[in-house]
């Protein structure tokens, strides 16, 4: 997605640590930001009461794999107001894994 992003012209602040993503979730500035699902354990662990902010769009690419449990749940707690969007081109069966009740198909 970073490339992505590089070849649309936009400037990208990619997290590469968690502790960077924390920063850049609490930084005032306007930024496209791309990291890794895993540094979102970073934010859940450092943000004591939810980050309020209606500013932030999360695109979470393979959300077959992270979407669903508590992960998801402590992710949406700690970013109650951030829009999230989960996509995959992988199917499951429905009784393999249940979405988060926000969660949308497309």
């Avoid at 990619?14 to 005032?28: F, H, N």
């Avoid at 496209?32 to 895993?38: M, P």
């Avoid at 979407?67 to 829009?83: A, E």
């Amino acid at each position: 997605m970073t490339k992505t992003f590089i070849k649309c012209g936009k400037y990208v602040e990619y997290a590469t640590t968690g502790q960077r993503l924390v920063e850049l979730v609490e930084s005032k500035k306007d930024a496209i930001v791309t990291t890794d699902i895993d540094k979102f354990e970073a934010v859940i662990k450092k943000i004591k009461k939810p980050f309020e902010s209606h500013d932030i769009f999360v695109l979470i690419d393979e959300g077959h794999r992270t979407q669903y449990g508590s992960f998801s749940i402590q992710m949406q707690k700690t970013l109650p107001n951030v829009c999230f969007r989960a996509m995959t081109g992988t199917p499951l069966l429905k009784k393999e894994k249940k979405p988060h009740p926000n969660s949308v198909a497309l």
